[in-house]
């Protein structure tokens, strides 16, 4: 469970990117992220990933606050969230392969069972010919379909999205989304930042829409538009 | 262990995929070890030249004609009993003559002087020259053996007193070196680090704790900087192997360094000195990057 | 007008992106690039630009064909083409101002028209306001939109626009495309590769789909799908 | 002009924006620099040294005992006359004793040789000592005048031959840390150049020309270049002002290096290096740069 409580972000330039936000997400839930570009979705995901502070209020997972959270927890709160970042942030100098393997390079898995699952996870958005190619060598959606890729390879109990399907054509949207939902319905909370009002609407779920950095609207089944 | 072999095979990786830059890294550090390693020669071989001239140094004391053998020994043990003595070498009056006319060959002293003057005399060896006039002071208190005792004077306080400031100078250039050596390493490493602060955002991002982000970038300053220095310590090993003999055959006579002992802790300080900057230059990056980093 | 003529592109993996795309752009003309993630749109966008060279065949701008252009000449090639990129590739280190500004400073014009046609330009994508940002400090599609304030502030001749509202909201996405389609009225050729089948089925255009490196559709005033 | 004027408000732009970047290349080339310069004065004092022990070197004729005033006037001309002469003096027997017997004054020489033993003599000093022995040779050929020259013998032949290693090793030294401290410099320009060698990609991609986007660069290596050898300079400066003040307090005898003209050629020789070296490395590394990108 997730509980976002009263949070406001007030970044160094002074701008508020989000203020007086508060709501909660259930244990495998999935939601939808709505806004205008600027409206604060990124922001709020990067708090709950504990890459931002948040300015006021707090941010619970589990129960547990962030705030309370020490530095040298944060990379076991991490490993726990999969994370799609709107700008991908893959490693520039490695391969596809080495890109997702990364992830699970923290825990004591053999040398097969690292293999096994990110075959696995690569042939779920389809990459698999593409494995030992180095991200500048991949389209954008490519890319964005490593980026995917690492962020589920371990069945990490959350997944935050950013935008997941910023640089995909309709069809593998479609894709991308129906792997997600089945993710969600394999015991995942699943939150989606995005602007892909056709999916919105095409697979209903819970929408909370973003203004300015406040909560406008937050509708169970909810449409991209109100 | 698994992690070290991780950390290893990343290193590898990164060295790979970064050629370039690590070429230029390896060529600076490199260089500058032998700069450093040449440095420590020249001054282990002033110090050696320093303790060379020191060593010329010696109290001569001229006996009195009239003391008996027995009297000699006396004083003898009288002056390897004052401190700072090490050795008191009774010299013949004969030999003396015969060496001095020797060192003096194109004078021709014995056409003018034809009996030998010199007296009998001793040797006086010291421990520290430092203390050569207070030594020679003493001893000329000993009329009843000696009325003239010589230090070389002027000469000899000169050169005890060069000596102690080379060997000063050799340690000053030695400290300073090794702190130039430490800035530009652990800086070159820096560079390197610092070119990819992005993807050590990216690591923290994804999970990795400090120390695994860390350890494939230590690793990789241990073989940047330990293959830069070996590759240096080689090449100054054939150097100085190659200069140095053929100074030693122009001037035989000066005292070079060649104990494989005192140049193989040189060589070996060399290698150390750049894998610990190595490993040092990409720690203190690293943590400084990844406090920089949430 | 751009002639794209027997055009192969295989990269230095093998991987062919480009297989015998052959067709003609006229002047002032706006077309549509659709296609599957990894059809080869951005590569063939690359190639107009010059910064990709065909393996086989010629592209000709203006009857000048670029397999002849020096390499001298390739800088005043690019400018004059506006090249909206996917990836964005904003000067890390530069302002919103100095990113946008950069590509007036070939000309010989005063302080004051740069700052002017700058301002107007960041009027035009709504980015009035964060000018003196870092692109860091931007959302995903603030920092869109000052790649396409960069690509159309010195109104070139031709528009290349990757997936230029990939990270943009409905609205914003709308108004971009309002906006580049004045643009074209103004006597400029616009290409925009594109996934968002709202944008094209609602402003029609000429669309060209790829699949898989070769054209399978050329269609006047076309939808997204066939 | 307006370019001029853009390249630097860039190259400044630039400087600010990498502060930390660029402070630890500035670190590096200061340190560099200063180890270089250090170096230079350490060998313009050397060489000072071998010119000094050359200096003192000559050749000393003992005149026979029945020769004329006009006899050693002669002598003298024809003396001056050989190749390699710089200059010939007479030096009176009785002022030879005197200083004879002072420079020993710890033997009481005085007291065993009662009677001036020394002859007439005079002091043969040369341009160039390597033809010392030869010389000598020369003038022993003529036995109506003098049946005794003295050139030092061994030792003469020793510090010649010392001296002109001394000023080999020298230039040896100064040419090799010249050419370590271009690479050092130029490494690290180039490191901070591949740093940023993505917004090159996109100045490029944007429609900048090589020139344009090296202008801003080079600027920038001369700014860094420069800036860090002037700092090295005033610190090099004040650093030999400081320790050779000290140095010639303890041994007032040593020849050290003071004529201000001498040290600013160094000073400013340090400066201009640090300059073209920073400029030679930003344009090094930005042309492979442009050449690699598209
Ligand atoms: N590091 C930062 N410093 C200052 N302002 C920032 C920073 N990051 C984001 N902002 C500002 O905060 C606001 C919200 O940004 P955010 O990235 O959350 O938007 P978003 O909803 O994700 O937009 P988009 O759909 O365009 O990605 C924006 O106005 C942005 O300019
Ligand atoms: N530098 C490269 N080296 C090798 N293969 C490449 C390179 N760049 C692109 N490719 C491959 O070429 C194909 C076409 O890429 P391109 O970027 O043109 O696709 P796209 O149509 O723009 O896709 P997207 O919609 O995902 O951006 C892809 O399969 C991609 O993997
Ligand atoms: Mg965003
Ligand atoms: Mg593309």
């Known amino acids: 469970m997730i509980r976002i409580k009263n949070v406001r972000k007030e970044y160094a330039s002074g701008l508020v990117a989000l203020d007086g936000v508060d709501f909660r997400i259930q244990k495998n839930e999935f939601v939808y992220l709505v806004g205008a570009s600027g409206a604060g979705k990124s922001t709020l995901l990067r708090l709950m990933f504990r890459s931002e502070h948040p300015t006021e209020g707090e941010i619970f997972i589990d129960n547990f606050s962030l705030n309370n959270l020490k530095e040298k927890q944060v990379p076991y709160l991490r490993r726990s969230i999969g994370f799609v970042f709107q700008d991908f942030k893959l490693l520039p100098k490695r391969t596809v392969y080495e890109n997702v393997a990364f992830a699970l390079r923290f825990y004591n898995y053999s040398r097969s069972r690292i293999r096994r699952q990110v075959s696995q996870v690569l042939e779920l958005v389809n990459l698999s010919s593409k494995m030992h190619h180095l991200p500048s060598q991949l389209s954008g959606g490519e890319q964005q379909r490593i980026c995917i890729a690492r962020a589920i390879v371990n069945n990490p109990p959350i997944l935050l999205a950013d935008e997941p399907t910023g640089s995909l054509d309709p069809d593998t949207s479609w894709e991308i989304m129906q792997l997600l939902s089945k993710i969600n319905a394999r015991q995942t909370t699943v939150i989606v930042a995005t602007h892909n009002k056709g999916i919105v609407d095409d697979i209903r779920k819970r929408v909370v829409a973003l203004e300015k950095g406040k909560i406008i609207r937050d509708q169970q089944l909810g449409a991209y538009d109100a | ?294």
């Open chain 2, 1 to 294: 262990m698994r992690h070290l072999a991780f950390f290893i095979s990343e290193a590898l990786i990164g060295i790979k995929r970064s050629a370039l830059m690590m070429f230029i890294a390896v060529v600076t550090i490199m260089v500058t070890l032998l700069v450093f390693g040449l440095f420590l020669l020249m001054s282990a071989n002033v110090n050696n030249l320093a303790q060379f001239i020191s060593s010329k140094l010696e109290v001569r004391v001229f006996l009195n004609e009239t003391i008996t053998r027995r009297d000699i020994e006396d004083f003898q043990i009288k002056i390897a009993q004052m401190p700072h003595v090490k050795s008191v070498i009774f010299v013949d009056k004969k030999d003396a003559w015969a060496l001095f006319k020797g060192s003096f060959s194109n004078m021709t002293l014995s056409d003018l002087v034809s009996e030998n003057p010199l007296p009998h005399a001793l040797k006086v060896v010291l421990s520290n020259n430092e203390y050569i006039k207070d030594v020679a002071m003493q001893i000329s208190t000993h009329k009843e053996y000696s009325s003239d005792v010589a230090y070389g004077g002027v000469i000899a306080e000169r050169m005890s007193a060069f000596s102690a400031w080379l060997s000063f100078v050799g340690v000053v250039l030695v400290v300073f070196l090794t702190v130039a050596t430490l800035f530009i390493i652990v800086n070159t490493i820096r560079l390197t680090v610092i070119n990819r602060q992005d993807e050590i955002e990216i690591m923290s991002l994804v999970g990795a704790t400090p120390g695994f982000i860390s350890g494939p970038f230590i690793i990789e300053g241990l073989l940047l900087g330990g293959g830069s220095s070996f590759i240096s310590m080689v090449l100054l090993r054939f150097f100085y192997d190659f200069f140095a003999r053929r100074f030693q055959e122009a001037l035989p006579y000066f005292p070079l360094v060649f104990q494989s002992s005192v140049l193989n802790e040189i060589y070996f300080f060399v290698f150390l000195l750049g894998a610990i900057l190595g490993v040092l230059g990409a720690y203190i990056s690293i943590s400084k990057l990844l406090k920089e980093t949430v």
